[in-house]
């Protein structure tokens, strides 16, 4: 009621906002759904980005019709920025041995991609877009949606590995991840829910949809086989932390079955001391990974076929190409969780 109330205050702010906005945004993805008929057992699960994934031919909540490419993605970070206990901030600490869940993305199936599709579920503080107006401040934080649910398993879970790196709460960043993406996938509409639609439902889902694709990607594992472990010597070739990116690239193919996007950080290979000269302009530090699907039946279900990350011509990465320059680093001391 609250927020109603906060919303229309910003009445203004909103509509000047949305003479310049696609009309796809602002409410439903499809106008006019019903919130009858959605029994997905009678439906046959498409794939999405296929001939019958359309809005029309099949139940778009029982498969994902509107942003069909859908990207789990990673992170590794080295500290959270609010490890330390303080009087306003839960401590936040990393999982060892694990990258951290980033999100759940649904890119259209050329590959842009839409975000902010329902402002009646912007629950996002600080959105990462011109004109969204921010969540109020003094409005509960996400995680507390999970408690009418009885789902602090999930909400332990999430705690554990969706971790923010921002030194922003967690809640927020799931917030940012849900308002931001989750709503402009068809599977997680309200009106998929039926006439008993219980207030937050499809948020619930939403987290659980991006652990279940979390947990098929073992990231960490798939890099440990292959011999790459943080590390934050200078060693050079043999024992420090630092891998050619075809390397790493190899690792995570062979787990994943395609090739996933590899963001890397920091500076710049040729604004470095060692690669000034070069023509290689790629970021030196590992930090993130996406994997890209297309997913069979609604997203609840995480079954996905893994599509390479430049099938639609994007970028396989931003790293430093030039051999044994990638750096993988070990975590901050403190930063990770003993128990
Ligand atoms: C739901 O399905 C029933 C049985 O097929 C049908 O009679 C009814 O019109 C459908 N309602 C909607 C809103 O599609
Ligand atoms: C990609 O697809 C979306 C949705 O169908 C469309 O709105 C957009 O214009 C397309 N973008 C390009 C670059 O083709
Ligand atoms: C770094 O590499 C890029 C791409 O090859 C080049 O455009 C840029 O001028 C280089 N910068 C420096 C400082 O050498
Ligand atoms: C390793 O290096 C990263 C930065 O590159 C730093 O944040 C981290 O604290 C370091 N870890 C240890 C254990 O020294």
């Not at 401590?91 to 009646?120: F, R, V």
């Not at 409005?139 to 398993?153: E, M, N, Q, V």
């Not at 927020?172 to 308002?179: I, L, R, V, Y």
């Amino acid at each position: 009621m609250t927020r109603r109330t906060k919303l229309s205050s910003l009445g203004a702010v909103i509509s000047t906002w949305l003479a310049l906005m696609p009309s796809t945004i602002l409410a439903a993805l499809y106008p006019g759904l019903s919130n009858l008929n959605h029994t997905c057992a009678l439906v046959k699960p498409e794939l999405s980005c296929s001939k019958n994934a359309v809005f029309g031919k099949t139940d778009s909540c029982c498969s994902e019709t509107y942003g069909g490419l859908v990207l789990s993605t990673q992170f590794w970070s080295t500290y959270t920025g609010l490890e330390i206990p303080s009087t306003s901030a839960e401590p936040q600490l990393l999982p060892p041995q694990s990258w951290t869940i980033h999100g759940l993305w649904p890119d259209y199936c050329n590959g842009s991609y839409p975000e902010y599709c329902d402002l009646s579920r912007q629950y996002d503080p600080s959105p990462s877009s011109k004109g969204i107006p921010p969540y109020p401040a003094t409005s509960p934080d996400i995680g507390t949606f999970l408690l009418p649910f009885g789902r602090l398993d999930l909400l332990q879970y999430m705690n554990t590995y969706w971790v923010s790196s921002l030194g922003q709460s967690n809640a927020d960043f799931w917030a940012h991840e849900f308002s931001k993406h989750g709503t402009c996938m068809s599977t997680f509409e309200k009106e998929c829910y039926g006439p008993l639609y219980r207030p937050h439902e499809e948020v619930v889902e939403y987290f659980e949809a991006n652990i279940k694709f979390f947990q098929q990607l073992p990231t960490y594992d798939w890099l440990a086989e292959a011999n790459i472990l943080p590390s934050n010597s200078t060693a050079g070739k043999k024992g420090g932390g630092y891998y050619s990116f075809s390397k790493i690239q190899r690792a995570l193919k062979k787990g994943f079955g395609a090739t996933p996007y590899i963001g890397c950080s920091g500076e710049k290979y040729n604004e470095t001391i060692e690669g000034k000269g070069s023509k290689d302009d790629g970021r030196v530090v590992l930090s993130e990974v996406w994997y890209y699907y297309h997913v069979y039946g609604a997203s609840q279900n995480g079954k996905g076929k893994p599509v390479d990350a430049d099938a639609q011509g994007g970028r396989v990465t931003n790293c430093v190409l030039e051999r044994g320059k990638v750096r993988y680093p070990e975590r901050t001391k403190g930063s990770e969780r003993t128990t």
